[in-house]
Every structure is written in structure tokens, then in C-alpha cells.
């Protein structure tokens, strides 16, 4: 049971390139999210998927995309990647009820050049 | 002004110490809290949930929530070195099931 996994780990960008960040979990789940996380600013969330067939928006969509393939797996898109984007990215599942918690993967470091 | 706001810190404590964190939320629908705990270098994982007015208590952790006040604590007794990370508070958003995080806040616990 591995839980929510990302990959990859670590990633570096030129200015312009793009990339999809992989989001993967095995818990069922109905609900996941993509946050950042840049020093002293806490988590934001970028989008959220409530159920399969569903994307939203959260706080700092812009410059990013999302496709929830399946149950398990939603991905996050930079088209065209800037250095503001620069960031850790966690991603997380729950199953979706207000009491229900929220489990994290191991995160993505990515830098933007 | 922030939805979820706790202090960054640091708040250093002696070891055996207890450790107490505030944080503060505006939106009154939010019925569901969470404070997560996060090393350096690694993801947030949960110490406690709490939904109710009163204590929660979990170990050496207690969650308290004041929902007139709008403001939910963490205490932390007997405060070990390896309770050392930041902890994020976290409100439930009832539009749109989703979570929204203070900006954490950093202990130290000095031996």
C-alpha cells in the first residue's frame, strides 16, 4: 500500500519548457488536490478534482492545468513554465467528506531557470 | 487579511516544555480542523483533527477549538527534540470540500 506517489522527485526547467507533474494514489479515494508550497506561505492549492470526471479551481490556478484520468491518477500541466512557478508541489488525496483527512505524497522540487 | 493565519515563528521551547500554538480562521462556515506536522524536506503528514467546541486529546497533543472565537490551538506537553517541524493549521471549506492551510508555524525544541 504505497499510498499517494509522485514523480518525479526533482525537476529543472528552462523558461518556456513544459512538463506534467504525475500524481498517483492507491487508497480509493474520491477526492485529490495539487498544492505549492514557497517559503512562509503555507500550502495553495492550485486544483482540486472532488470526484472522478471533476476538476476545479483553487487560490493560484494560473499557468497551471490539470486531468483527472482516472480514480487514481491526476496530473498537473505547466504549458509553459516561468520562474514564479518555481516551487515544491504536493499532491494529496482524501475521501472527499469534511472529517475525511487529507494524505500527502512525497512532493516534486521543481526550479525554474 | 489571510483565511487561516498562525504565527511563523520560531516558538522555541526547553525540552520537556510545553508547546502551545495558536491559529485563527474567518470563515465562519468552517466546521472541520486539522494541524499537520512537516519535517524539513518532507511532506505534511496529520496529528489531529478536531470538529467540536472543547478539547481533543491524543498523546502528548490537544487540539482545542473555540468556534465563537474562531480559533483553534495545539498544545504540545513534555516537547521531545523530534517534535522540532513546522506545524500547518487547516481549516475545512465547506464550498468545495477542500482545505485551506495556515502559513505554519516553526518550533524549535532546544535540548
Known amino acids: 500500500n504505497a499510498g499517494v506517489t509522485q514523480t518525479p522527485k526533482f525537476q529543472v526547467l528552462k523558461t518556456g519548457q513544459s512538463m506534467t507533474l504525475q500524481c498517483a494514489q492507491d487508497m480509493n479515494h474520491n477526492s485529490m488536490y495539487w498544492y505549492r508550497q514557497d517559503p512562509g506561505m503555507g500550502l495553495r492549492l492550485i486544483y482540486y478534482?472532488?470526484?472522478?470526471?471533476?476538476?476545479d479551481k483553487g487560490e493560484v490556478p494560473n499557468g497551471y492545468n490539470v486531468s483527472r484520468l482516472n480514480k487514481r491518477e491526476f496530473s498537473l500541466r505547466l504549458e509553459s513554465a516561468a520562474p514564479s512557478q518555481t516551487s515544491v508541489y504536493f499532491c494529496a488525496s482524501s475521501g472527499g467528506g469534511p472529517t475525511d483527512t487529507q494524505y500527502f505524497g512525497p512532493g516534486t522540487r521543481l526550479t525554474v531557470l | 487579511q489571510k483565511e487561516v493565519e498562525q504565527n511563523s515563528g520560531p516558538l522555541s521551547v526547553p525540552e520537556g516544555a510545553i508547546a502551545s500554538l495558536n491559529c485563527t480562521y474567518s470563515d465562519r462556515g468552517s466546521q472541520s480542523f486539522f494541524w499537520y506536522r512537516q519535517y524539513s524536506g518532507k511532506s505534511p503528514e496529520l496529528i489531529m483533527s478536531?470538529?467540536?467546541?472543547g478539547d481533543k486529546e491524543d498523546g502528548r497533543f490537544t487540539a482545542q477549538l473555540n468556534k465563537a472565537s474562531q480559533y483553534v490551538s495545539l498544545l504540545i506537553r513534555d516537547s521531545q527534540p523530534s517534535d522540532s517541524a513546522t506545524y500547518l493549521c487547516a481549516a475545512h471549506k465547506a464550498a468545495g470540500n477542500k482545505l485551506t492551510f495556515g502559513g505554519g508555524t516553526r518550533v524549535l525544541v532546544k535540548p
Open positions: 478536531i470538529y467540536s467546541n
Open positions: 478534482s472532488a470526484s472522478e470526471g471533476t476538476t
